[in-house]
């Protein structure tokens, strides 16, 4: 069975966007909330900072849709390439 890329590539996008966003948004509320993470992040993504402010958040969040969707677009491709394909 194959995957549609498009379907994977879109859900990524909204699953790492969103958890970025929420983390961001939880560590502008508590500023200790997931510090460590945020900097692992901030060293992935240039231009993000791991400081509370919503400017980084909305950058962390538009990083993380782009870096989820092609992630899962490249991930569907290599796995509709791998699995056989199917027989009547």
């Known amino acids: 069975m194959k995957f549609s890329v498009r379907a994977l590539a879109l859900t990524s996008a909204i699953?790492?966007?969103a958890a970025l966003l929420l983390t961001g948004i939880a560590n502008v509320i508590w500023p200790t909330y997931a510090v460590t993470f945020l900097q692992v992040v901030a060293s992935?993504?240039?231009g993000?900072?791991?400081v509370s402010s919503v400017g980084n958040v909305i950058t962390g969040t538009l990083y993380a849709l782009v870096d989820g969707a092609v992630f899962g677009l490249v991930f569907g491709l290599i796995y509709n390439r791998m699995v056989p394909s199917e027989r009547p």
């Open 44 to 46: 992935v993504y240039p």
């Open 15 to 17: 699953v790492w966007g």
């Open 48 to 50: 993000y900072e791991a």
